[in-house]
């Protein structure tokens, strides 16, 4: 079963959850004390107690007791009493965009975390559903729906995409793109952006491009029409409300999507990006597959000249962003042009609002990139009155829709803001590096009890992870960390 792996990571971590959730609830309010107070702050702290210690601003509080959010981590719905979502959902449902010849796919358990790829009701071969599941399929068979992006026209181009953030210890990871110069796309998942909002905000901050990753990460042709669009637009709004801007994009855990999918993501104006090269580096829960993942690698960077695909990499874990570090000296010599999904396809105003303005591929990669309307860290607010109302593609094309207009990044767009405004070029200079995080560590709130036993081999193997290794006397520590942050995380909702 080809996602059995994570499935069992991520199955592990809400168990642990299930088990905490009857926790004091002081350990909450004593954690929310001694957190970080906004994003600036929080983008510097390395330790990993602090960085991953749940921190629940009053916001997120506020925005839970208002109920705009379903619960973190579960399955979403529409809340009850959100007559937005429901009268969205109402006027999707009424447009008729949704096909009617595709069934709910069956899972394997009542989860719906691991979709049965192998179910022998489905003719993979005719694939009528354009079930990437069953035959990788990227072109949609039914009317009206755009195609995923999963490559870049440009050659010799590496498309740089990371899913399952934002992790509470990314820092070590986000200071080495900013020193390598290198902008990346951010699938975001919704629960984790409620728990991790400044975290998130940095990455936002920072130039990346931001989609969403759903809601509470499950295989989506395996849900219901309304959790399909309830799992999408809830995320939509989270990313709104702490970032102040509506996605135009989105990729489907497993990469399990179909036509129903898609066709409720493009109704919410989310368009699907896939990959066309896997590291499978989200196998890296088992720290003995480092050996197979850096063959992937080494594989993906063997087709340098040949093809220019997006790839798939992780920031789940210390391990999958420590692994890109370590692979980022011998990709970026094979591959001349490292970049984010918005230069790879030229899409310079990504989100619904259009005040943020991203660099095009050419200017990227002259280095003469300017990004305009980034917010700073220290600006970012997150909004309790978030208005999201998301257009569909059908009705106005911006952001990744087909077709949409483009507005010209240099020259243009008012005022410079931001800390972001830096001059990019995507350098192959390879200053600092690794030794600059000497002394850094982390660890994962969200990934426990795998991600200290992923340290401790980490240390065992030596195996050039080191920036983001842990020493074995903070072994504990971390754990304990990890626990209590587990703890309270549960009961602050
Ligand atoms: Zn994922």
Redesign the pocket.
Known sequence: MKFAG?SAALLLVSGASAQMQKAPGRHAIFARANAPQNAEDMAKVYDPEKACKPYSPQEITQLLKDKRFPKPNKIATIVDGDDEARKLWEEIQQSNVIPKDIKVKPSVDKSHEEVDGDTDKYNDDKDPDCWWTASECKKPKHQNIPEDIYECPEPNTWGLTF??GPNCTHNVFYDFLKEKKLKATL?Y?GSYVMNLPYQAQRGLADGHDICG?TWS?HAMSTLTDEQVFAELYYTGRILKAVLNVSTTCW?P??GDVDDRVRAIANALGYRTIIWKQDTND?ELSDLSKKGKVQKDYKKIISKAGKESPIVLT?E?YNSTMGTFMENYDELSKAYKNVVPVTACQNVTSPYLEGDILYPTFDELTSGKAQYKGLPSLKDMKINTDVQYKPVPFSQKKVGFAPGAKQPESKGKGGTEEGDSNESSENSKDQKGGEDDNEGESSTSQKDGVSQDKQNSDNNDKGDGSGALSLSGASMLHVYFATLFALLAVMVSF
């Open positions: 994570l899913d399952d699938f998942i990753h990460h990729r855990p497993f989200w992780h789940l």
